[in-house]
């Protein structure tokens, strides 16, 4: 198996199924999931006498089922690493005797995906933008109709950006 370790993922982390029982039967592998936080990257590591047991990954089917794959596809080295390459259900079990439906070797866990990079977004205070040109009344220029203040009101002046001043040369006012 070939896993793809990304520059952003934080601290991987090697989980041993069953802590210090390890894959062994008549324990609830259910329930040692609880309040784990799987991540792409982390390796579940099934810890075992050799000959005792062995572990499969299979689907959900698999899973309900106790379908054992072919012999070949079995992991038996009593101290198999596997690396959560991808987000999602993943679903493993005992393949030796009975052990998958009668003494509860299995386990179902959740993948997550590891998060994004933070991209950074300038914020609308930010002051990265380019210098803006503000005529000051816009349309109306500079006369004593306008209410400046009303004007500037609401505007975002920025170091580097210009004031037009535009004259109606009509001269009624
Ligand atoms: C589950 O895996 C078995 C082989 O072990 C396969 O025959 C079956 O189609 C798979 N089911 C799904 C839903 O992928």
Redesign the pocket.
Known sequence: MLAIISPIMVSAKDFIVGDDKGWSTNFNYQAWTKGKNFRVGDRLVFKYTVGSHNVFK?????FQNC?K?PLSEALKTGNDVIVLATPGQKWYICGVANHCDKAGMRLSIFVNANPSPPIHVPSPSSPLRKPKDFIVGDERGWTKFVDYQAWANGKDFRVGDRLGISQNLDLSC
Request: glycine share 28%; aromatic share 0%; proline share 14%.
């Open positions: 299979v689907n959900g089917t698999g379908i794959p």
